[in-house]
């Protein structure tokens, strides 16, 4: 479902040129949740952008559901993460002073859903990550594990093929990561493929499938055998 | 995403952040605002001055001794020896003047006046009972003067307001003595102000019988102004005309710049004031330019900041599939209601305040509508362009890039 085949990135500033991935590869199927790992400047955050359709690999293809996402225009891409990527950023991102359900709206409005289904589906993944009880409370009224839960409904909304989680737990209190990790566990079990970036080898544990990344180019990539969730 | 899609969401954010959107719009009213009500002070007050040059006297000619041509010396307004009262007479008399409805001969002079322990300096005018009429004067109290008067040199006087409340403060003064040059005259009526200030005013004035002024005041037999009452507006200038030629042939002179008199219309006199309300209104356009520019610069930063702030916003929303043109409109659209709603409420504050002026400070309320179109449309356009400048900026950025925005 997703092919990622040479894909190289090189940064250029004035003098200096970053190679950001070097001639990476690896396919995640339909049903895996995938961790990908590495120390700071790996190159994970890059992988991130590109397999998000929010940059473009500098050679090499993105095969996103059968469409080569590296070729793609500006307006091409916003329609990709619309339909075919749900985010969830470290830092939630999520509409200040705005509710709960009008922030899972947000994507479906952009896709051009009439509002009473809009309003269907928002309760419906509200109530599916724990918030049916704080549908209309503002974003900023929320913790951080109650905020992420919202990005994580507002990422289900147009039923992405794709789940990608930045760094998901990395703004949040250890007990409540916890409840957001048994989240992706419980979804991937339902069918959903989740990417998730992380530094942390507790959080990677939970993951099926570990890829490990280091001055841009995969070190190791290995079925998780001791997993947390079962 | 349709129009009503795309209001609902502009209204709600802009409902999202009601301090920011409030000062928005109070940038752009307090420029649009202070531009309409600085132009219709001005020309509230341009019209003013007109109206009451109007109410001097629209078809009136004024005869004053003393030629234009100024190469030679000449004594001081008043003080010229050419006009009589017989040419005065004579221009309401003459067959060859058909243009002419009335005429008031004048003689004045400033003399100190007194009346128990006040006193003061006033102009002392002689006139005909006609001088009422021609001048607009109207009466408080009492009776204008006679021609019993005229005929018998009776020492009357009637008070312009100002000098009744110079001279008599609060009481009535008809019936009562005042004294000129040592002379006791009775006063028999009391002027309605006609409002004047500065230079010439009506109201600073005593009316006496024209007889009396000149034999037993003034000592002279020549007259400082002759007023001339065309029969319409129309028939000024054949007017200005045959009075001029009639005077000249009186005074026996044939070349008309060897004029011993000068006729001024009141038209001269518009063009002289409206030219003062030219440099007026010259004045305020500056000043509304000032603060055309200063509310402007106002709005362009209200607007810069406020949407360069929501960058990340812009960001989140492009990450979530927003297209950059969706962005673009959404933003634009959120000044044009910005705009709108400032616009529409600075009009309604520029005009109550002129409004409110007009009325405290007692001048005509008059509204420009090109400086209303020119302050609403110049706001606006520099409310939309600052509105969507950044946000096309911002939407210009990769989405990573605008999350990242601090």
């Known amino acids: 479902m997703i092919k990622l085949s040479r894909v190289t ?34 190159g994970k955050s890059t992988l991130m952008h590109i397999l998000g359709a929010l940059d473009q690999p500098t050679s090499g293809d993105y095969f996103l559901d059968g469409q080569n996402v590296s070729r793609l225009s500006d307006d091409q891409l916003a329609e990709i993460r619309n339909r075919k990527i749900g985010f969830i950023f470290q830092s939630f991102n999520l509409l200040p002073r705005t509710t709960a359900l009008k922030n899972v709206t947000l994507p479906m409005i952009y896709a051009g859903i009439d509002r009473h289904e809009r309003q269907i589906r928002a309760e419906k993944y509200l109530k599916m990550v724990g918030l049916s009880d704080r549908m209309f409370h503002l974003s900023n009224q929320l913790s951080g594990g109650q905020q992420q839960r919202v990005a994580i409904a507002r990422g289900l909304a147009m039923n992405p093929v ?60 290995k079925k998780n055998h001791h997993r947390l969730w079962t | ?213 000149q034999k037993q005041l003034f000592g002279t037999n020549y007259l400082s102004t002759i007023a001339v009452e065309a029969k319409s507006k129309e028939l000024m200038t054949q007017a200005q005309n045959e009075v001029g030629y009639y005077l000249l042939s009186r005074h026996h002179l044939s070349d008309p710049t060897n004029a011993d008199f000068s006729i001024f219309s009141q038209n001269d006199i518009l063009s002289a004031a409206s030219q003062v309300t030219g440099t007026f209104t010259t004045l305020l356009s500056g000043i509304a330019a000032i603060s055309l520019l200063v509310g402007g610069i106002g709005i362009m930063n209200i607007m810069f900041v406020t949407v360069t702030e929501r960058t990340r916003e812009i960001g989140l929303r492009k990450s979530l599939g927003a297209k950059k043109k969706l962005i673009i409109t959404q933003f634009l659209f959120e000044a044009a209601i910005l705009t709108f709603i400032g616009g529409v409420i600075g009009l309604i504050f520029g005009v109550s305040v002129s409004f409110i002026l007009s009325k405290t400070l007692s001048f005509p309320f008059a509204v420009s509508f090109p400086s209303v179109f020119l302050a609403v449309g110049v706001s606006g356009i520099i409310g939309l362009v600052f509105g969507w400048y950044p946000a096309k900026k911002a939407s210009d950025l990769p989405p990573i890039v605008a999350l990242r925005y601090e």
């Open chain 1, 162 to 221: 794709l789940l990608l989680a930045d760094e998901p737990t990395g703004n949040i209190a250890s007990d409540q990561a916890a409840e957001i990790l048994k989240i992706f566990c419980q979804l991937n079990d339902s069918g959903h493929a989740i990417i998730m970036i992380t530094h942390e080898p507790d959080i990677a544990q939970y993951a099926k499938r570990v890829i490990v990344l280091r001055d841009g180019k995969i070190v190791e990539d």
């Open chain 1, 9 to 42: 990135k090189i940064y250029q500033t004035d003098l200096v040129e970053t190679i950001a991935l070097n001639d990476v590869s690896f396919n995640v199927a339909k049903n895996e949740f995938v961790a990908i790992m590495g120390p700071s400047g790996s």
């Open chain 2, 1 to 213: 995403m349709d129009l009503i899609e795309l209001l609902r969401e502009c209204f709600s954010n802009l409902a999202l952040n009601k301090l920011r959107t409030g000062l928005a719009i109070l940038g752009i009213v307090i420029g649009i605002g202070s531009v309409i009500a600085l132009v219709s002070i001005g020309q509230g007050s341009q019209k003013q001055v007109e109206t009451q040059i109007q109410s001097l006297g629209a078809n009136l000619l004024t005869v004053i001794p003393g030629g234009q041509n100024s190469g030679a010396v000449r004594g001081a307004s008043g003080g010229g020896t050419s006009l009589t009262l017989e040419d005065a007479l004579g221009i309401l008399s003459s067959s060859q003047i058909t243009t002419v409805k009335s005429v008031s001969p004048e003689s004045s002079r400033r003399l100190q006046a007194v009346a128990g322990k006040n006193n003061t300096n006033t102009q002392v005018i002689g006139v005909y009972p006609l001088y009422a009429e021609i001048r607009k004067i109207n009466l408080a109290s009492g009776s204008f003067i006679s021609q019993r008067d005229v005929d018998s040199l009776t020492k009357v006087a009637v008070l312009g307001a100002t000098a009744a409340s110079d001279l008599f403060g609060d009481s009535d003064p008809v019936g009562q003595n005042l004294r000129l040059n040592g002379q006791t005259f009775k006063i028999i009526g009391v002027a309605e102000s006609k409002g004047g200030t500065g230079f010439n005013n009506a109201d600073d004035a005593i009316y006496v019988p024209l007889s009396t002024a």
